[in-house]
């Protein structure tokens, strides 16, 4: 046979085989937490009785109770792999959470959490020992702990039970309708939005209270605030995200409430954490979107620290929708304080910061009326109407000159005075492109006007260079404006995610566009001897849309 005369092929085929067959040896199978089939080419499950057995060291369990699981063979059978969670009895959900110090087993992350255990390696196996944590919130029920057992590549089976575990404990424990705000400045320290509301009476309030012992050792802690998904309260060294110690009360997959620990990484989803030594869980969702959660935490707080106090923390607080796997989305809401909270110190007054202070929103609207509106019209004006009222004017000047002038003037002022704004706020350099580009910006406005102060003659030799500086300085600046604006609007709009003010703002720039084509199409026109001239229909036309767009922006800087 030619297998014979070419050994090394018949190897190398032997060990495509083994790699097909053991793909999975290293257990990490979170692809396959629904379903727990392993993805073995066409092999299927066995349907005879397995010769395994996972079996628990309680029959009944209630909320936070550990119980020891088991996997065992029969004599004379071992299994390579493996993949143990629990899951309430008729769901396809797995709940709970697992510890391991068997040698041959790796927790995996399913759901979210650490909800299941699998192989390390393809060595045999006689026995796992897992020890599972009972849920301490939600709608609990009767479980049973189920089981892939892996053989062979083709000789596996799915979903072997345990005997059932009864539910001993109560329905999930309810917090109180509402956090206690009359302690609030006493014995805890409160932080809301609006700025002291009562829960009692605005179920639009989102409120956090933090009562801790004497060392900080355990705190507890109470939420509430309406939102679709979660609502969640972090702990931060500075106002941004980032670095920040959060708890979680949110929907899980089944629609019930729980508490999660996580740690943030700015824009991205935090990443969610062991809950830790959380006890005295209580959740309670009213009409379906009003979230209250209390719980005791003895967690240390770590913001991976730049703080040189232990029990000083800016306090936060996000609101926003789940997916269906329960898995948090972008806030929708977000509230931090003006200043940092000592969480030794009950009777100081924590108030909500205001995300963007007017004086920014001004800024912003300065700039938008400044290089949206008179910047713009100055420049269509100066490019395309010279010839409409000539020599008409004052001052011996032209009708176009001085609407020029003038427009162009009211824009550098306008830009000046936003400047000065927004660094007299800040007081220092925020970083990130928008800074940067509104320097720019302000340089080559102040630099435009005393350029035009000095130019020559209109008929001097040199009239050229004067004429190709001043347009491209006006180029870079609208080119720069236009950045800036886009970058502004940005930082408005960074947790939202429809963007619309961008939207909005691209919008402007494509009318914008379109009208310069049009001038321009007419401008060849006019060369070629046709007596249209629809220059000023065009200028009206595009105010009358500069207007529309300008006043969607400005609304929506005043609402953020």
Known sequence: MEVCKSPQMFLYVLLCCVGVVHCYGNGLVSSVCGSMTPNHGSNSAQTSTAPFTVTADNTTFKEGDQITVLLNSQPGDQFEGFMLQARQVGSTTSIGTFNVKDSNAQLLSCDGASRAVSHKSNTKKSSIQAKWTAPTSGQLGDIEFRATFV?????????????????????????????????????????????????????????????????????????????????AIGFSDDQEMGNDDIYICGKDSSGNLQVQHAISTGKTAPTILSLGNVTDIKTTLMNGNTINCSFTSRNAISTRSRATSTSEYYLMIAAGPSNSQGNIQIHSNKYVSSTKANLQDPSQVVTSAEEFPAIVKAHGCLMLISWMTTGSIGMLIARYLKGVAKDHGCCGKDFWFMAHVSLMALSVTATAIAFILVFSYARDWSGGAHPVLGCLVMILSLIQPIVAAFRCEPNHERRFVFNWAHSFIALAIKGLAVAAIFTGLALFEEYEEDGW?????????????????????????????????????????FLLGNLAFLIALLVGIGRS
């Open 151 to 231: 053989k062979t590549a083709s000789t596996f089976w799915v979903g072997v039970k345990s005997s059932t575990l009864a539910y001993t404990g109560t329905s999930a424990t309810a917090a109180p309708t509402v956090p206690s705000n009359p302690d609030c400045g006493k014995t805890k320290v409160c932080f809301s939005h609006p700025s002291s509301c009562d829960p009692t009476a605005n179920t639009g309030c989102y409120f956090m209270a933090v009562q801790t012992s004497s060392n900080q050792s355990e705190m507890r802690i109470e939420m509430f605030g309406q939102a679709d998904g979660y609502v």
């Open 501 to 541: 003010m961008l939207k909005v703002m691209g919008g402007f720039v494509a009318w914008e566009a379109l009208i310069y084509v049009l001038q321009d199409l007419n401008l060849r026109a006019k060369k070629k001897g046709n007596a249209m001239r629809p220059e000023t229909v065009l200028l009206v036309l």
